[in-house]
């Protein structure tokens, strides 16, 4: 039987549907989800849910000592757009969450961790087509630089102390369940909003601005199959490589405009579009495929169809 599971951020965009997918899978009562604020109805409403505030080490002691919890997925996080406005508060919230899980984890307190890292780690001087696992990094961001550090950090507890912490490199994320919070990819969600209330959207990226996308679908899946996987197919414990597609705000419309012809796209980049030109175009990640299976089943038509058939079917 599963053990308990504690999920820390579950409010959050990725958090709120990662919470839901364990609760399906292993039972409500046995996953338990947590946020420094409640979250919507649905979310409070499918099980037990602790106010808990993830950067207080006693007080996420505590809970985990209570549960008995087993695995912990560090899912809270201030991201990169709203990190540029808050650097030490996005400093201080981003490392010391990560310090307190990997410190439960090395006092045996709990078997397994989950954090994300982000395509945040690279910067201007990356390799921009197809990069690769390891290549150079160089951040110029305070969400990149927190992940690269935390990236390290990561691998270090599980070289000194054993620390069973895995971990993946998000790419943007598109889902119709949950708004983004606060990212540079947040338009390839808005977009479809905007395209079913409004048929216009002013992108805060220039046209032809490539980033490496996955459907959240996709990046749960991939998150449990990596968690699920034997501790002899985890050749890399600092964070892996995850791709689905790579498209431009150009292309993204032009796929909403085969479903909604008259959609209207025009382009006004703002600070973010300094962000998004320190990452890279597509992201090769081979070695996850091929450690531990890895497979993405959603393109950008899939998305779109998914995207607009859901938002559609929802109230204004």
Known sequence: MQKPILILGAC????????????????????????????????MDSGPFELLDATDYNALEEVVAYYEISEVYLMAAMLSATAEKFPMRAWNLNMNSLFNVLNLAKEKKIDKV????????????????????????????VYGISKQSGERWCNYYHQKFGVDVRSLRYPGLISH??????????????????????????CFLNKDTKLPMMFMDDAIRATLLLMESD??????????????????????????????????????????????????NSIDDSQTRSD?????????????????????????
């Open 114 to 141: 989950f954090w994300p890292s982000s395509i945040a780690v690279f910067g201007p001087n990356t390799p921009t087509d197809n990069t690769p696992q390891n290549t150079i990094m160089e951040p110029n961001t």
């Open 12 to 43: 959050g965009q990725i958090g709120t549907e990662l919470t839901y997918e364990l609760r399906k899978k292993y039972g409500a009562t046995r996953v338990i989800a947590s946020d420094i604020r409640e979250g919507n109805e649905n979310l």
């Open 231 to 280: 501790p002899k197919d985890i050749k890399i414990r600092s964070s892996y490589n995850l791709a689905a597609m790579s498209f431009s705000p150009e292309e993204i419309a032009k796929s909403i405009q085969t479903r909604i012809p008259d959609f209207k796209i025009d382009y006004k980049p703002d600070f973010r579009q300094e962000i998004a030109d320190s990452w890279p």
């Open 292 to 316: 531990w299976g890895w497979k993405p089943e959603f393109d950008l038509e899939r998305t779109t169809q998914e995207m607009l058939d859901n938002l559609g079917k929802k109230p204004n």
């Open 177 to 202: 369940k949950t708004m983004p919070g606060g990212g540079t990819t947040d338009y390839a969600v808005e977009i479809y909003h905007q395209a079913l209330s409004k048929k216009a959207y002013t």
